[in-house]
């Protein structure tokens, strides 16, 4: 039976065929679904991690039960993992563990363009690459395979093309995996004191090359030869971008980026005239294959190192020459640009509104509340990975002392919060420090798309379970101020980002108003869409200001009008509020300083 799946959809059916008991992840685009589609499978226990260190320790934990288990998260996740996995290398396991990667290339969603095939290497382990949702599916099959043969965790490594992008694949039954479950106790290959750790380093050792030996006759490391004039050795989606540009090649592809067939590469190098490396973002098979020793015409000095490839690109970087069948749309009128942007009714835009208008500098984090940065409003200064927003402020304020207070605040998401933001608060308190943290809890890991987390009370399953309570946890951390706010009351907002901005010690100012999009918490909770006079507009672009999606500028209003007192004026057009956006939240109701739009049902703000 075939079936059409994403990338992301296939690796989840994959551990499922494979037998898997156990997955965990931390949601992050590209690699999100799969966690989400694996908690489809009955006979799979799946959890959102608080983060990816504590979604890998989980899964190796479940493995050494004699579980197979699978941990999946985006690339720059892996980094928040890297304690574990490393020391995994040394510890191996007893069920089959693969840990899937989610490169993006092209930065479609994420805050840098890092290859983390850099990271199988780093650890010793293995690395697969599929090319399709076919061989995404069989590589996890794989990967637990290889992972008990050799007693070593296997890094599955996809990209946002594979990820998410569908193909026919076809379905097998689940499996029952070989390994027993139970409880085995062996503190020499699992308590890494140094007396323990040395010995197994020796054996890492042995494995890799055990490893190198196993990849020359793994059939996913495959020769197609054709014109011998020409050979490229790529793997994963740069395999499907230089197969279409060159049908007429011949091809030395990579399933196993890590360790790499040496023989098979030199054997396939013996058989062109000229050898060419087709890879996204590193030279890592290039310099890897020069290492070996071989001779390669041209890789990283010809083939972009940043950004996607395409069939396009790679067939203009080796000949110069673009495909003549692709014929560039002819555009009349050219798209406008539709940069990205809070949704309507969003509980952040309030809250950045005021930041905006207070002018202190905003130490920001990943999530949603990222695109406080961009016009109009414009509130963020810094924003570098999951956390970061809490340690910058303490770092600001060590290094600024007394001249910092009450210029500068944190914006964390509760989903950061929880991922990364605890510890560098309790660092706050623990070290004296002061500024004012708010955390933005819109009850969703939103900008991913809506999974649930340890905050919101319901499982990846979606059951009902235990919520965090911000307040709770952050009074426990010693903090003594702590505020609750409805981000959608701007004047409240306000006073209370003023008065914890004036505090000499460390403050939290929960924000708590749900993502509009979020069906759980707005089920009868949307109001009527808000209205705008169009006698009473005076075209001040105060409600504009906000850069709500559901507000719209009309210039055919320009032109003199009368205002209700009488009094004759020009303006260059009305704001005008689409009604099947508008969401009643009330944020433009509260700017309006001329009463042009109709007061929010019951005269209440937001869905608090």
């Given at each position: 039976?075939?079936?059409?799946?994403?990338?992301?959809?296939?690796?989840?059916?994959?551990?499922?065929?494979?037998?898997?008991?156990?997955?965990?992840?931390?949601?992050?685009?590209?690699?999100?679904?799969?966690?989400?589609?694996?908690?489809?499978?009955?006979?799979?226990?799946?959890d959102?991690?608080?983060?990816e260190?504590?979604a890998?320790?989980?899964a190796?934990?479940?493995?050494?039960t004699?579980a197979?288990?699978m941990?999946?998260m985006?690339?720059v996740?892996v980094?928040?993992?890297?304690?574990?996995?490393?020391?995994a290398?040394?510890?191996?396991?007893?069920?089959?563990?693969?840990l899937?990667?989610?490169?993006?290339p092209q930065?479609?969603?994420?805050?840098?363009?890092?290859?983390?095939?850099?990271?199988?290497?780093?650890?010793?382990?293995?690395?697969?690459?599929?090319?399709?949702s076919?061989?995404?599916?069989d590589?996890?099959?794989?990967g637990?395979?290889?992972?008990?043969?050799?007693?070593?965790p296997?890094?599955?490594?996809t990209?946002?093309?594979?990820?998410?992008s569908?193909?026919?694949?076809?379905l097998?039954?689940?499996?029952?995996?070989?390994?027993?479950?139970?409880l085995?106790?062996?503190?020499?290959?699992f308590?890494?004191?140094?007396?323990?750790?040395?010995?197994?380093?020796?054996?890492?050792?042995?494995?890799?090359?055990?490893?190198?030996?196993?990849?020359?006759t793994?059939d996913?490391?495959?020769?197609e030869?054709?014109?011998t004039k020409?050979?490229?050795?790529t793997?994963?989606?740069?395999?499907?971008?230089?197969?279409?540009?060159?049908?007429e090649?011949?091809?030395?592809?990579?399933?196993?980026?890590?360790?790499?067939?040496?023989?098979l590469i030199?054997?396939?190098?013996?058989?062109?005239?000229?050898?060419?490396?087709?890879?996204e973002?590193?030279?890592?098979?290039?310099e890897?294959?020069?290492?070996?020793g071989?001779?390669?015409?041209?890789?990283?000095?010809?083939?972009?190192i940043?950004?996607?490839?395409?069939?396009?690109?790679?067939?203009k970087a080796?000949?110069?020459e673009?495909?003549?069948?692709?014929?560039?749309?002819?555009?009349?009128?050219?798209i406008?640009?539709?940069?990205p942007?809070?949704?309507?009714?969003?509980?952040?835009?309030?809250?950045?509104?005021?930041?905006?208008?207070?002018?202190?500098?905003?130490?920001?984090?990943?999530?949603?509340?990222?695109?406080?940065?961009?016009?109009?409003?414009?509130s963020?200064?810094?924003?570098?990975c999951m956390?970061?927003?809490?340690?910058?402020?303490?770092?600001?304020s060590?290094a600024?002392?007394?001249?910092g207070?009450?210029?500068?605040?944190s914006?964390?998401?509760?989903?950061?919060?929880?991922?990364?933001?605890?510890?560098?608060?309790m660092?706050?308190?623990?070290?004296?420090?002061y500024?004012?943290?708010?955390?933005?809890?819109?009850?969703?890991?939103?900008?991913?798309?809506?999974?649930?987390?340890?905050?919101?009370?319901?499982?990846a399953k979606?059951?009902?379970?235990?919520?965090?309570d911000?307040?709770?946890?952050?009074?426990?951390?010693?903090?003594?101020?702590?505020y609750?706010?409805?981000?959608?009351d701007?004047?409240?907002?306000?006073?209370?980002?003023?008065?914890?901005?004036?505090?000499?010690q460390?403050t939290?100012?929960?924000?708590?108003?749900p993502?509009a999009?979020?069906?759980?918490?707005m089920?009868?909770?949307t109001?009527?869409?808000?209205?705008?006079?169009?006698d009473?507009?005076?075209?001040?672009?105060?409600?504009?200001s906000?850069?709500?999606p559901a507000?719209?500028?009309?210039?055919?209003?320009?032109?003199?009008?009368?205002?209700?007192?009488?009094?004759?004026?020009?303006?260059?057009g009305?704001?005008r509020?689409v009604p099947?956006l508008?969401?009643?939240?009330?944020?433009?109701?509260?700017?309006?300083?001329?009463?042009?739009?109709?007061?929010?049902?019951?005269?209440k703000?937001?869905f608090?």
């Open positions: 039976m075939k079936k059409v799946l994403s990338g992301n959809e296939a690796i989840a059916r994959g551990a499922w065929e494979a037998g898997v008991t156990y997955c965990a992840a931390y949601p992050g685009t590209p690699s999100s679904e799969i966690l989400e589609n694996a908690a489809t499978y009955k006979e799979m226990e799946t959102w991690a608080p983060n260190k504590v890998v320790e989980s190796l934990g479940a493995c050494l004699g197979r288990t941990a999946s985006k690339h996740g980094n928040v993992a890297a304690d574990p996995l490393m020391t290398s040394y510890t191996g396991v007893i069920g089959g563990f693969v899937v990667t989610a490169d993006d930065l479609h969603s994420s805050q840098n363009e890092q290859d983390n095939r850099n990271y199988a290497k780093f650890a010793k382990v293995p690395m697969l690459e599929p090319s399709d076919q061989e995404a599916k590589f996890v099959k794989l637990f395979e290889i992972s008990e043969k050799f007693d070593t296997v890094m599955i490594r990209v946002t093309r594979i990820s998410h569908k193909g026919p694949v076809e097998e039954e689940r499996i029952k995996p070989p390994v027993e479950l139970k085995r106790k062996e503190p020499t290959k308590v890494m004191l140094p007396s323990n750790a040395r010995p197994r380093h020796l054996i890492v050792e042995e494995r890799s090359k055990k490893l190198k030996e196993f990849a020359e793994l996913i490391n495959r020769m030869i054709n014109d020409v050979g490229i050795i793997s994963g989606i740069s395999y499907q971008y230089a197969k279409e540009a060159f049908p090649y011949s091809f030395l592809k990579l399933g196993m980026v890590w360790p790499m067939p040496e023989k030199g054997e396939f190098i013996n058989k062109v005239d000229k050898v060419y490396v087709v890879e973002l590193d030279p890592f098979i290039e890897n294959v020069r290492l070996m071989y001779k390669i015409d041209h890789g990283k000095d010809i083939i972009p940043c950004g996607e490839l395409s069939p396009t690109i790679v067939k080796i000949t110069g673009t495909d003549q069948k692709v014929v560039e749309p002819i555009i009349e009128d050219p406008p640009p539709r940069p942007n809070m949704c309507p009714g969003c509980p952040h835009r309030g809250v950045f509104t005021v930041l905006k208008k207070l002018k202190v500098f905003v130490n920001g984090d990943i999530g949603c509340y990222t695109l406080g940065a961009l016009p109009p409003l414009e963020l200064d810094t924003t570098v956390g970061s927003s809490v340690s910058f402020s303490h770092g600001m060590r600024l002392g007394d001249e207070k009450g210029k500068f605040v914006v964390i998401g509760d989903s950061t919060f929880l991922h990364s933001g605890v510890t560098p608060l660092d706050m308190v623990y070290n004296k420090s500024a004012t943290v708010m955390i933005l809890d819109n009850r969703i890991t939103a900008m991913t798309g809506a999974q649930d987390h340890p905050g919101t009370g319901y499982t979606g059951e009902p379970t235990h919520a965090i911000y307040a709770e946890l952050s009074k426990a951390l010693g903090v003594n101020e702590i609750t706010i409805n981000p959608y701007i004047k409240e907002t306000e006073e209370i980002i003023k008065k914890a901005l004036n505090s000499d460390v939290v100012i929960i924000a708590r108003g993502c999009m979020l069906k759980r918490e089920a009868g909770r109001k009527k869409p808000l209205v705008i006079d169009s009473l507009c005076t075209g001040c672009k105060q409600c504009i906000i850069n709500c507000i719209n500028w009309d210039t055919t209003m320009a032109g003199e009008y009368t205002t209700k007192d009488g009094k004759t004026k020009k303006r260059k009305i704001a509020i099947d508008c969401n009643g939240c009330g944020l433009c109701y509260q700017l309006c300083k001329f009463e042009a739009i109709s007061e929010p049902e019951e005269g703000l937001g608090i």
